[in-house]
């Protein structure tokens, strides 16, 4: 399937859903994970992004997400974060799944966005279980501190972790019932998110890459669109 032939079909469906990865964000300046840029400090987010790091290590884990949130805040939603947004404007049921915490996608004007993994401007309490935003670019003290005195930890899923079953369940359900899946900016490697696109398929939709590269999904897709999101997406969606 052509861009033209993915452009009628997004324009007639009445149910759409939008999968988005750490690449829909990559031209605001948000390194992705898995590409170049994403290391810290020469750490891979699998060393970091976990409950056993954070219990051996939270000021290491803690300085992490600092530096995140401190990229995050200097960051605006750029041409693909907007025009996922004025999609949803026009299209009867438009569901937003992102596997990102960087918030970009609600600064765009998206509405019905479904967190997969959290939002790296919540904190949460190790303790009390108490969460808060806190929009602070930089924290202090770090690691931060809960009211009732114990440490706070990122508001985000962390691997090993389960996603949120609320989430989970809607994210699921709109992929089975859609008419067309976007699957934008990501390697499609970190499950359950990944199997998303394999579930809308299997229930009779179509589904639409729209990557940098060739993934691990490419060769199955209905429509492979290999180019910049920034780029791609204003020219697929547009009315
Ligand atoms: N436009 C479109 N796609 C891009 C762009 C761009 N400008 N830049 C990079 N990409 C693609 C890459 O080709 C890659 O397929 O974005 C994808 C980013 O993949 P990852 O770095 O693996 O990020 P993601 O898929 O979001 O990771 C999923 O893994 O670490 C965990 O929780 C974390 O949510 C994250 C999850």
């Known amino acids: 399937m052509n861009i033209e032939e993915a452009r009628g079909r997004i324009a007639a469906a009445q149910r759409i859903v939008a999968l988005t990865g750490s690449g829909i964000s990559a031209e605001s300046g948000i390194p992705t994970f898995r590409g170049p840029g994403g290391l810290w400090r020469n750490f891979r ?3 970091l992004a976990t409950p056993q790091a954070f219990r051996r290590d939270p000021q290491l884990v803690w300085e992490w997400y600092d530096w995140r949130r401190s990229l995050i805040a200097q960051a605006n939603p750029n041409a693909g974060h907007i025009a996922l947004a004025e ?16 918030g ?12 997969l993994h959290g939002d790296i ?10 969460s808060w935003e806190d929009m602070r670019a930089s924290l202090d003290p770090l690691p931060p501190i ?6 706070a930890r990122p508001g985000v899923v962390w691997f090993g972790e389960p996603l949120p079953t609320r989430e989970w369940n ?3 359900q709109a992929s089975h019932q859609s008419e067309v899946f976007l699957i934008i900016g990501t390697s499609a490697v970190v499950q359950p998110a990944a199997s998303l696109a394999g579930v809308a398929q299997d229930a009779g939709a179509i589904v639409i890459e729209v990557n940098a590269a060739q993934t691990e999904i490419s060769d199955w897709v209905d429509c492979h669109l290999e180019g910049n999101a920034s780029e791609i997406l204003p020219l697929l969606l547009a009315p």
């Open 45 to 47: 987010p699998e060393d």
């Open 104 to 115: 970009l996608h609600a600064r765009a004007g998206s509405v019905n966005v479904v967190r």
């Open 146 to 151: 809960c009211e009732c005195g114990a440490m």
């Open 87 to 102: 999609l949803e404007q026009r299209t009867p049921s438009f569901t937003l799944v992102t596997q990102n915490v960087d």
């Open 121 to 130: 401007w919540t904190l949460r309490c190790t303790r009390c279980e108490r």
């Open 170 to 172: 809607i994210a699921a």
